[in-house]
């Protein structure tokens, strides 16, 4: 199991985060998942109870992986949601593609941070912990941005 702070500090705009995270092959010739983290972030949120956040999760293993859960200590529970023709439904898990991505963005598949316990404020960043089926563990820092921040990359 690996775990990892990932700084968001010193990133511009939606510059990517990358931490591989290899798991163990599961045959001949094949990898397991190797996650990286990019351009996570939370738009300040306008109420004093809920947040939403954004980010992407690239998988460049041979191996599919879940994340199954998703924490943080500035909110009493982080739930995932997908939106479909504007219809948003709660997910317990969420499959990452092998040699693919999990995009999570305003619109579309979501965190939301509910019960905060604090209201997170532009410039400030939130630690999320991510984990995963097979990789286990990922810990990232989320930057609060403006609340009409929208990132070039579209997440």
Do not use: W
């Amino acid at each position: 199991m690996r775990r990892a702070l990932l700084p968001a500090a010193a990133l511009t705009g939606a510059a990517a985060l990358t931490l591989p995270l290899g798991g163990c092959g599961t045959g001949s010739g094949s990898t397991g998942p190797e996650l990286s983290v990019s351009g996570a972030y939370m738009p300040q949120p306008v109420s004093a109870d809920m947040a939403a956040g954004f980010l992407t999760i690239s998988n460049k293993g041979g191996t599919r992986d879940r994340l199954t859960s998703v924490t943080s200590e500035v909110a009493g529970q982080v739930t995932m949601h997908s939106t479909v023709g504007g219809a948003m439904e709660e997910k317990t898990s969420f499959a990452v593609p092998a040699h693919g991505r999990l995009v999570f963005r305003s619109g579309g598949n979501h965190l939301m941070f509910e019960g905060l316990k604090h209201k997170p404020e532009q410039g400030q960043r939130v630690t999320v912990k991510l984990t995963f089926a097979r990789t286990g563990p990922l810990t990232v820092e989320m930057p609060v941005r403006s609340a009409t921040y929208h990132p070039s990359t579209g997440n």
